[in-house]
């Protein structure tokens, strides 16, 4: 990752970029537009002007357009409104006038700060030694190659007190510096009272255009750019001023035909119209010689609409709007929060093969299992290839059709032609051949993965058998609920189907709850009973407590290896009845 440089001119896929802030007219792009075809097509009739590929709209394809950015030539240099404050922290740190930077080599500070790898913590401690700077010193240039020697020592890890340059001048032009302030969007120039060469209408206070900051930034040399914390080769100051800016092709905001002939675009479509109409506003005042308040005043707008482009929701400045008054979402609200393009796209996804719902406690499950609902075993599918082995089976299941559980829901051939059996009538008349896959409902002792968000560790999800059960909600054995942090009180959870021999193998042997009854983090069990049943198992086992006969035989029949005898109590407890009996006779 690296501030992207200027592109070359041989690199463009539009030459003369964008200059036009029209999309489509009469239903065809327009060349030059904002929807220029050589960027590339969002239509499934057309082809890419410049790789000659269509657009199927999912890009699995081998022949999808992936599209090209185009770019828009700026009248004037802008500020980028994400480095607006480190060109303010490096104008505090270089000479106004020669560009040099104001710290002198001598100082401790400074030869710390070389010491330091990080290029951001370079550039902070060295602005906190320049930032009160009031003038560029003088000093000898004698020994300037030594300096910089150093500060390239420093660029590649740092460098030690021996190999700092002793006694070096400072070399600078003498010139008074003035003081810079952020104002928005923009910067502010404040020079002092005694500074004669004041630009312009000699205003103490100015705004800073961008064009003057790129002119300073270019004049900065590679060794005090290393000085800076910059890698000349990668990042340069003067890169951080725009001169143009890339245009995101169609694929990343694609316009919608509304009614055949009207369209429906993009909220960065929107905006990019915005920069162009500003950018050719500005360019004609420039080319007609107009006065510096009305090129200024399209500056401001230019660089508004730049600015926005970035980010929409920029402190003390009025958001773009739509016709509709609703704000633009543009570059940085897609990219951040939930629903953006790291966490909602990249970072989480929607997936097939996967049910949601509520759970609820069962305590007649085995800890391994998972109580499905049957509604969700009918619709979820497990693909299983039709063996010689296995084709009576698959035969049963394809007769019961997708209405009737177990049973099937599609078989795909050997061609990969996807058979809907719910389209066919005669479904026992199917003739299966060996290497079809049919895929058949969820059925009892199925692996599957079951997950509870948020995700904190590795016992989150694992693999569960089915039950297939009545009703609409997952059920759950009690003792399993402690990994997953869940209880029943509207609690949901994830259920997902693997779909290869493959991921089945690996939910069972690996992802099992028998697998993960022991946490590595701490080497003992992370599920158990609690609570109640943990109580209530101390106390079954007192002296003083007695069981009547129809409880323990209800237990017994939980017992798996029973014989069906009765074990002799090991106290009997006198019927209270019978002893008054005896008592009265």
Not at 135 to 164: F, P, R
Request: proline residues 6%; contains cysteine; positive net charge.
């Amino acid at each position: 990752m690296s501030v992207t440089k200027q592109i070359k001119v041989n690199d463009r896929i539009i030459p003369d970029g964008i200059t036009r802030p029209e999309t489509f007219i009469n239903g065809q792009p327009v060349i030059g537009g904002i929807g220029d075809p050589r960027m590339g097509t969002c239509d499934f009739r057309a082809r890419c002007k410049t790789c000659d590929c269509t657009y199927s709209g999912s890009g699995a394809k081998v022949n999808d357009c992936p599209g090209h950015f185009g770019h828009i030539e700026l009248a004037r240099p802008m500020f980028h409104v994400g480095f607006i404050k480190i060109c303010k922290q490096i104008l505090s740190c270089i000479c106004f006038h020669c560009s040099k930077i104001l710290v002198d080599e001598r100082d401790h500070r400074f030869r710390a700060a070389m010491r330091q790898k990080n290029g951001q913590r370079r550039l902070k401690m060295v602005y906190e030694i320049c930032k009160n700077k009031g003038m560029c010193e003088y000093g000898d240039e004698s020994n300037m190659e030594k300096v910089q020697e150093g500060w390239n020592l420093g660029l590649q890890g740092g460098i030690t007190n021996e190999q700092a340059p002793k006694d070096v001048g400072h070399g600078g032009c003498g010139g008074r510096l003035p003081k810079y302030r952020q104002v928005g969007i923009s910067l502010q120039v404040e020079f002092p009272e005694t500074m004669e060469d004041i630009p312009g209408s000699g205003d103490k206070k100015q705004n800073l255009p961008a064009d003057k900051v790129l002119s300073i930034f270019k004049n900065i040399t590679d060794a005090d750019c290393i000085a800076l914390g910059f890698n000349p080769r990668w990042a340069r100051p003067d890169w951080l001023i725009l001169t143009l800016i890339p245009v995101p092709p169609p694929h990343v905001r694609p316009s919608v035909a509304i009614d055949g002939a009207a369209r429906g675009e993009d909220d960065l479509t929107h905006n990019l119209a915005s920069i162009v109409k500003a950018n050719l506003a500005l360019l004609n005042c420039v080319k007609k010689g107009e006065p510096s308040h009305i090129i200024s005043q399209f500056e401001q707008l230019l660089q508004f609409n730049l600015s926005t482009f970035v980010n929409n929701e920029q402190p003390g400045l009025p958001q773009a709007q739509q016709k509709s008054g609703k704000p633009l979402k543009t570059m940085r609200q897609r990219l951040r929060g939930k629903e953006g393009r790291i966490r909602g796209n990249l970072m989480g996804k929607r997936v097939d093969f996967s049910a949601r719902t509520v759970i609820t406690a069962d305590p007649n499950l085995a800890i391994d299992q998972v109580g499905v609902p049957r509604s969700i075993a009918m619709n979820l599918t497990v693909p299983e290839r039709v063996t010689p082995f296995n084709m009576v089976l698959m035969h049963e299941l394809i007769s019961r059709g997708p209405l009737e559980h177990p049973g099937a829901k599609y078989i795909i051939r050997e061609d990969g032609n996807r058979i809907d059996l719910r389209y066919i009538k005669s479904k026992s008349e199917l003739a299966l051949k060996c290497g079809w896959i049919v895929e058949r409902h969820l059925r009892d002792d199925d692996y599957v993965l079951f997950n509870r968000q948020p995700s904190l560790h590795k016992m989150s999800i694992m693999a569960h058998r089915v039950k297939v059960l009545d009703w609409s909600t997952f059920r759950l054995n009690i003792s399993v609920t402690t990994p997953y942090n869940a209880d029943f009180d509207g609690d949901e959870m994830n259920l997902h189907v693997p779909q290869s021999m493959t991921a089945r193998a690996e939910a069972q042997e690996l992802m099992s709850v028998h697998k993960n009854i022991i946490t590595p983090q701490r080497n003992a069990p992370v599920m158990g009973i609690v609570q109640d049943s943990l109580l209530g198992v101390q106390k079954f086992t007192k002296r003083n407590i007695f069981v009547e006969k129809d409880l323990v035989m209800n237990m017994l029949m939980w017992v798996y290896t029973w014989d069906g005898k009765v074990p002799t109590p090991a106290i009997l407890l006198p019927d209270k009845s019978k002893v008054l009996l005896l008592l009265e006779i």
